[in-house]
Structures are given as C-alpha cells and as structure tokens.
C-alpha cells in the first residue's frame, strides 16, 4: 500500500506560481512512478505531468509544459510540482498519483494510488 498526501494549492492570480508537494509512505520511490493529474468541474481527470522514481524521466502535457516542472526527492520520498505562469484554465483539483506499472502513463486508470486532492484556483 501507499498513501499519497498533497499540499500547496492555493488561489493566486494569473501569471503566478505555486509548488505542490505529495508525501508518500508505504513504499520506496525507486519503485513507482509518480504523476499529477488534474480535474476541472465538470471535466475528466487529465494528465499532468509524470516522473519515474529511478531514473526520474520526466513527461508533460503539452499543455503545461515549459511552465510546470515535476520532480523527487528521493530522501524524503516527496514529488513536487512547480507551476509558472498560471493560467485561468489551469484551475482545477491537483491529484497526486503513484504506479507500479511502466506503460499507459498519462493515463488515470494505470495508477493504483491516489491522494486526496489540492484546489488550485487561478483567477483573472
């Protein structure tokens, strides 16, 4: 099992930044493959970002990408994302998610585990 815990969401205005952060416990970094993915109201559950645990290859949606910025640390078993440059559009739930599984990883149904979830509100 492992238990994903996300904080640092927040409201801030267009062109800001943030940085969330996913505590994970239960199971070694090394192992998972760590992603964020986000929800809208009234939206699907899309792909953010992804980072392997190991090799920390880092993979974007081509809709955030130049702006977001994924990592780990290994240490103290924390994946982050830095969001620059906020828009409106990227208001939505910030899950924080993690995979045994090397395949299909922009996709939700590929992770077995789940945080709770940071709001992060962009306004205009």
């Known amino acids: 099992q492992v238990q994903l815990v996300e904080s640092g969401g927040g409201l801030v205005q267009t062109g800001g930044s943030l940085r969330l952060s996913c505590a994970a416990s239960?199971?070694?970094?090394?192992?998972?493959?760590m992603a964020w993915f986000r929800q809208a109201p009234g939206k699907e559950r899309g792909f953010v970002a992804t980072?392997?645990?190991?090799?920390?290859?880092?993979n974007y949606a081509d809709s955030v990408k130049g702006r977001f910025t994924i990592s780990v640390d290994n240490a103290n078993n924390t994946v982050y994302l830095r969001m620059d440059s906020l828009q409106p559009e990227d208001t939505a739930l910030y899950y924080c998610?993690?995979?045994?599984?090397?395949?299909?990883?922009?996709?939700?149904?590929?992770?077995?585990?789940w945080g709770q979830g940071t709001q992060v509100t962009v306004s205009s």
């Open positions: 998610a993690a995979s045994t599984k090397r395949f299909l990883i922009s996709r939700p149904e590929t992770y077995d585990y």
């Open positions: 239960g199971r070694a970094f090394s192992t998972l493959i």
């Open positions: 980072i392997t645990g190991n090799t920390r290859v880092e």
